[in-house]
């Protein structure tokens, strides 16, 4: 029998929520990785009602079937990367945490804490979770200038991130789509180092899906092997040309183009 073929690109395990519209969450990030070269393997951490303005409804998926699927994944393959977007309880923070102990492979967290409509997507337990459990572990986090406040307590960027480096996390980017201003100020801080600035030509419209776009890309980049200033950059200039090519697929937001 011939030897079978390795896989031809890095495995990139996404655990995040299902955004049946196919603009956010799960889709969002099989979508991203495959384009970057990279194969997404998909755990669904919570089912939602939601179209391209809202979210009207979160349900949770069981932490302990969860668990099981990480056993069962983590026992046949090695994902390369891992990224996380909506955790749907406390409870799965745990499974997931121990998890990701388990593999050597590079962390990105992107926390959802509110839907672009304005919806809460996290109870205090589970941010709390998020917070305690999660970040320890992580490669780089991508708050929004919103979620970066709200996790830290801090009003300013760099104080906010300076607060969010003191959870254990190597890395956090912080994105400003989410602010007023002509541009798009992302801002890159780690340990010891001067914060890296990247500018944006602000993109007319509003999206829905591009945290979970960045977020994929970046872990897909790292999963390839990049480092994390390349992987950073390449994944950012993704995004930017998925949300140039945006498109409505409702009546809300735009979807990004992402392939
Ligand atoms: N639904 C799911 C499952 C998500 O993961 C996210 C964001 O990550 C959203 C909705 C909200 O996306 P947006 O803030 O882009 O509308």
Same mark, same amino acid.
């Given at each position: ?35 970057? *070269? ?49 955790? $749907? ?15 050597? #492979? ?53 104080? $906010?991130?300076?607060?969010?480096? *003191? ?12 602010e007023p201003g ?6 890159? %801080? ?7 600035? %990247? ?32 992987a950073l950059r390449?994944?950012?200039? %993704? ?8 498109? #409505?697929?409702?009546? $809300? ?7």
């Amino acid at each position: 029998m011939p030897a079978s073929p390795l896989p031809d690109r890095p495995l990139v395990l996404c655990i995040s929520g299902h955004d049946p519209g196919g603009g956010a969450g799960i889709q969002a990030d099989i979508e991203a990785v495959a384009a970057q *070269g990279g194969r997404a393997l998909s755990i669904i951490t919570a089912l939602t009602v939601q179209d391209t303005r809202d979210v009207a409804r979160v349900d949770d998926v069981d932490a302990r079937l969860i668990e099981r699927q990480l056993d069962c994944l983590l026992a046949d393959s090695r994902p390369a990367a891992i990224k996380l977007g909506l955790l $749907g309880s406390a409870d799965q923070a745990g499974v997931i945490a121990a998890a990701i102990e388990r593999t050597g #492979a590079s962390v990105v967290i992107d926390p959802v804490l509110r839907a672009g409509g304005g919806s809460s997507l996290s109870s205090a337990a589970t941010t709390r979770a998020l917070l305690d459990q999660l970040f320890p572990l992580a490669d780089v986090i991508t708050p929004n200038a919103a979620e970066a406040r709200i996790l830290s307590g801090c009003g300013t960027r760099d104080a $906010g991130a300076t607060a969010l480096l *003191g959870t254990g996390c190597r890395n956090v980017l912080v994105t400003g789509g989410d602010e007023p201003g002509p541009s798009v100020e992302n801002t890159w %801080y780690r340990h010891d180092t001067e914060p890296g600035r %990247y500018t944006w030509p602000r993109l007319a419209g509003g999206f829905h899906g591009a945290g979970c776009t960045l977020a994929a890309a970046l872990a897909a980049r790292l999963a390839l092997g990049e480092t994390m200033a390349d992987a950073l950059r390449e994944a950012q200039r %993704y995004t930017h040309a998925a949300l140039a090519s945006a498109v #409505a697929t409702g009546r $809300g937001r735009l979807i990004p183009g992402r392939y």
